[in-house]
């Protein structure tokens, strides 16, 4: 269980790239299936070839924000639309990816005799992998970057990104660049997945050209059963969520698998009807506000105001309104 969940942490990076584009620019970016591979074979290939494993890592971020500023280049310079954009991207970064590889599959155990090191290796000489210790290495790594998109949402350039997000209209109006807060935006958040990318080939011990495939389900479902639970009241519980749900997706797909309710190639399945249950729940407003009662991070209905009896008959202050007819009256005998 303490693998999911550190698989869920590693995720959250990509779910948070998602939360970026899908929950904060309204713009569903579907290269995430490609910059994940990207990211993961960016720095598989760099560590293949003995590079220092900080390095790889931060390279296939590079790669992967490198992916989406193309994307973004697409949408804003060419006028394409942005899901098709980003369906473009993705299927060019196919051959890029094993451009980049060499081959459809890189593993990072032994080469030459020799142990290839990632960041993961010292955890798994000290036998400290898949354990409590990295849990909690991981889910301050996971913390911190978390803590990083919400301080850059709440800048002034961040507040223009989510006017975009909210109304392109109105925030061109007011003077904001529309086409640079997408490019930063959509930059931004594939950087997040090519990190994670980076970081799950070194979890798992090999980068797969196809390893990024269906992810986009994997980072809504995160991005919005995490919603769903803690709610979008505070922008620190709305990016805080995402991180929740995708260890909360880790651990259904682990204990569905672990009690044999589904087979292995079923989880991308599991993720759509999660997906579907999530959204089916967020637009169902009886139901939000069933669970609203119970949830503190929610709104809450403002209580009704208490009226003191002596203070409700007592005259209001400041003078008193005249009749008009009587008014009248006094002004003819005049």
């Given at each position: 269980m303490i693998r999911a969940v550190d698989q869920g942490l590693i995720f959250a990076l990509l779910a948070?790239?998602?939360?970026?584009?899908?929950?904060?620019?309204?713009?569903?970016?579907?290269?995430?299936?490609?910059?994940?591979?990207?990211g993961g074979g960016t720095a598989a290939i760099l560590l293949y070839s003995g590079a220092e494993?900080?390095?790889?890592?931060?390279?296939?971020?590079?790669?992967?924000?490198a992916a989406g500023l193309i994307t973004a280049l697409i949408h804003t310079k060419l006028k394409i639309d942005a899901l098709l954009?980003?369906?473009?991207?993705m299927l060019a970064l196919y051959s890029i990816n094993l451009r980049i590889m060499g081959t459809a599959n890189v593993g990072l155990n032994m080469r030459d005799g020799k142990t290839i090191r990632t960041v993961f290796t010292p955890l798994k000489d000290a036998n400290l992998l898949n354990s409590w210790e990295t849990l909690v290495i991981l889910t301050v790594v996971a913390l911190v970057f978390t803590a990083g998109v919400v301080w850059f949402l709440s800048t002034n350039f961040g507040l223009a990104v989510q006017a975009t997000g909210d109304n392109p209209t109105m925030a061109l109006a007011n003077g904001v660049s529309t086409d640079w807060a997408k490019i930063v935006a959509l930059t931004l958040a594939n950087a997040l997945v090519g990190l994670s990318g980076a970081l799950y080939a070194q979890f798992q011990g090999y980068a797969d050209v196809g390893m990024g495939i269906g992810l986009i389900l994997v980072g809504l479902a995160s991005v919005i059963v995490g919603n769903a639970m803690l709610g979008t009241r505070f922008m620190v519980l709305a990016a805080l969520g995402v991180v929740v749900g995708s260890v909360v997706y880790r651990l259904v797909l682990f204990f569905a698998l672990d009690w044999d309710l589904v087979e292995s190639g079923d989880t991308r399945l599991i993720s759509a009807v999660l997906v579907i249950v999530a959204l089916v729940f967020s637009q169902n407003q009886k139901l939000r506000d069933m669970f609203s009662r119970l949830s503190p991070f929610r709104w809450k209905a403002a209580p009704e105001p208490l009226t003191d009896p002596a203070l409700a008959a007592a005259p209001a202050e400041g003078p008193t309104p005249t009749d008009p007819q009587a008014a009248r009256s006094?002004?003819?005998?005049v």
């Open positions: 948070l790239g998602v939360f970026l584009t899908y929950r904060i620019l309204n713009v569903p970016d579907l290269t995430v299936d490609g910059s994940f591979a990207t494993p900080y390095l790889a890592t931060l390279a296939g971020a590079a790669t992967g924000a954009a980003s369906i473009l991207t006094s002004l003819k005998e």
